[in-house]
């Protein structure tokens, strides 16, 4: 049964930029009134609030391929809900949707805001994972910038977050080795129940290109970066001739209040002939379809598999958004929503 | 008329292995005797040795694309000669060859290590320059790495180098506004006698990221990466989305001793979905007679043109090396033999 129409929200709300890692008293919970939907459009109440390391880069207040958070207003991010009213013939109360409309238990919008989904069976959350964002720029990464073939050794730094963890899956579906290097023996022992064929607990290892030299004694031919910094430099000293990195990330500097230095290395990319790229999966989106029913199959098939840290409850948010950055979550991060 | 067969030939042999940057003790000169052709085998007088960067990386031991110059051996490097003996129906006393085998004045070889060369009336230098080995890194790194097209804004370093002005040139003539950086007065007026847009001379510049600012204020879509550093960096900071990276050599890194620190904007790859690519010209190789079509028309038409900074004798090559690294050459390094 739908849920009832809600008569207020809360949001989170940016209260100051974060200057280094990110504060509690960066964010504010806010309680809002909610009217009913205006005419055509809809009121959704937010099932589950996609965490995601990118929302770091919206909170400096710079030029960047997306506008920054403002500060008193909601923080725009991925979000799970149903549809609680509807004065749009495009949806009806228990219809399931995605929406970037903030971090907020509930609002209005008109139809072209939203996603509605097709669930199949799976539960929600997974279209803000696996079956969602994440997964498509694991899968974008991996098969669009990287073009992973069979035989390709690829490495994995984050491994065992969010999109790191479906990267891997992906590989070896793919027919790659796969070597993943994630931080502690929980995570790392969850990298081997995925089937990962070497893991390096990155935490653990004082050089880290001794450690993928060790994993990948004859070199990687695709490097999916998560991290940046001493990960990247082991990376360009692994990397065989013509190995591509897909550049999705490098959540060890977000926080950084300097400029680091970056890979002392970089001259490597010269005689290995490597590539270098940058993405970002919303230049993918057009490909949306081919990619649902690829990782629909996958899921189906109990060929990918995730997993999920899930905090309960908005104010849980800020928190659980930090949790990022300490390395806390395993698999994506989630707040549930009552 | 023909040279006259050689009885001995000197050569430049690396005596020692450079710690930063070479020194002259790194190289002597021997004299070899020459004996006569052997059966099938051709004597080649060279006229002009080549003089190029990449030779620095072959003085380290250490795995590369290309093994290690040994000590006590002549330094390969490419030379364009004369026929001046053969044993070998494919060659006649007077026939222009190309080779790569030493930086020496004459010296025996099967066939199959000489490529004939169809002068057109263009000086026998020119192979080894716009027509050589060095115009087609040039063609190669911007038409097939960065794939250069109308409209786009190219960015060069060591811009009045002998790859860097045939790069200026070829973007022009694809329809892109070129901006060169080089240092000192010289080589920038050069650049601009070329038709290069906008001119930066980074010896007088405090802020390599804000003069390419200046020069391309609506940001950059290509760079071609000769010398790595600061200019790396400013390339970064200006590149467009989607821009293109063709990397060619990090001239300013060769002598280091020490890893210097790498790009610390590198992180910018990934918002800006810009491709970093390195590449090495001999993997174009088997696009030879397209280069050569291409650039043979162009120098005909007088649409490329060039500098060249000859020494005399082969006992002026490590010197001429040298000038590399101190930027005292404008445009094509060579040493011309008597």
Redesign the interface.
């Known amino acids: 049964m739908p849920h009832s129409p809600m008569t207020q929200s809360r949001e989170v709300r940016l209260t100051s930029r974060p200057h280094g890692l990110p504060q509690a008293a960066n964010f504010e919970i806010a309680t809002t009134p909610l009217p009913p939907p205006g005419e055509g459009e809809v009121q959704v109440k937010n099932l589950f609030m996609s965490v995601d390391p990118y929302m770091r ?1 919206r909170m400096y207040d710079r030029p ?2 997306v506008p920054p958070f403002e500060i008193g207003k909601a923080l725009q991010g991925g979000a799970v809900g149903e549809v609680c009213a509807s004065n749009s013939a495009a949806f009806r109360p228990g219809d399931l949707v995605s929406s970037m409309l903030g971090w907020r238990e509930a609002f209005n919008a008109p139809p072209q805001y939203l996603q509605k989904i097709d669930a199949q069976g799976l539960p929600p959350q997974t279209f803000l994972g696996a079956a969602g964002m994440t997964g498509m720029t694991a899968w974008a990464g991996l098969t669009k910038i990287a073009g992973v073939k069979a035989g390709d050794t690829v490495f994995v730094s984050a491994a065992a977050g969010a999109v790191g963890q479906i990267v891997c899956q992906i590989a070896k579906l793919k027919g790659a080795t796969v070597i993943g290097s994630a931080g502690g023996a929980e995570k790392c022992a969850w990298l081997r129940d995925l089937g990962v064929d070497q893991v390096i607990d990155y935490k653990a290892e004082p050089d880290l290109t001794a450690a993928l030299g060790r994993a990948a004694p004859k070199g990687i031919d695709v490097y999916f970066e998560n991290v ?1 910094g001493e990960h ?1 430099v082991a990376a360009l000293n692994a990397a065989r ?1 013509f190995a591509r990195f897909a ?4 959540i060890s ?1 977000y926080n950084d209040t300097e ?22 999966v919303s ?1 993918y989106f057009d490909q949306t379809d081919a990619f649902v029913s690829d990782m629909t199959a996958w899921i189906r098939a109990g060929q990918v598999k995730w997993r999920e840290s899930i905090d309960n409850g908005i104010e849980a948010a800020p928190n659980a958004f930090l949790k990022l950055f300490t390395g806390e979550n395993i698999g994506k991060m989630l707040v549930k929503l009552d």
Request: glycine share 18%; hydrophobic share 35%.
């Open positions: 880069g960047s391929y940046g990247l001739p550049l999705c990330g490098m500097n400029p680091q230095p970056g890979p002392s290395n970089i001259i490597m990319a010269v005689g290995k002939r490597l590539r270098l790229q940058g993405f970002i230049d």
